[in-house]
């Protein structure tokens, strides 16, 4: 919950977002479009008025204004620690096959919302000062209701049909 007390849930109405949330509105042919961009970072989608998927990317650290000086630990970081408690335990893994590290994570709620979690390393900045890539990474979280809303995610449907079979295991790509 913010300041504002407003709560936004996955199948919510999308009338109930505070419009001075609303950083990005896309308008498509005179009509509003079906997908917002919030502060914080979080992007809903909304094709019929119900909210269907929640994305939110965050690092880490924070660059400085205009690239140099010291990176500053991003305050929204501390949602890491809560993962399991908001996101549901890990049930599925993919360990992406990139050469960087990345790692894919299926989470499923008692409540039956479906998380995809990717976490990367990002790499160091040659102008900010920003520690080794191998403490600074970065996180994507897309959260949905239904795995088909998920299907911008290239593992999703194996990483489902992972934690659904109840055989939590590591998937390699």
Not at 92 to 111: C, F, K, L, W, Y
Not at 141 to 154: G, Y
Request: some cysteine; aromatic content about 6%.
């Amino acid at each position: 919950m913010r300041g504002d007390r407003t709560i936004l849930k996955l199948n919510g109405d999308s009338t109930d977002i505070p419009a001075n949330r609303i950083m990005s509105l896309p308008v498509v042919d005179g009509k509003i479009g079906d997908r917002a961009a919030l502060d914080d970072g979080l992007e809903l989608y909304f094709p019929d008025g119900r909210i269907v998927l929640a994305e939110m990317r965050f690092q880490k650290y924070l660059l400085p204004p205009g690239g140099v000086g010291q990176a500053q630990v991003n305050p929204r970081f501390k949602v890491v620690s809560d993962f399991d408690r908001a996101l549901g335990r890990v049930c599925a893994t993919v360990a992406n096959a990139d050469g960087v590290g990345s790692v894919t994570e299926m989470r499923i709620t008692p409540q039956k919302v479906i998380s995809i979690v990717t976490r990367e390393p990002v790499t160091k900045s040659t102008e900010a000062k920003i520690p080794a890539a191998a403490d600074n990474v970065s996180y994507r979280i897309l959260s949905a209701l239904d795995v088909r809303f998920l299907a911008k995610a290239p593992a999703a449907y194996s990483l489902y049909d992972t934690c659904v079979g109840k055989q939590s295991r590591v998937v390699r790509k």
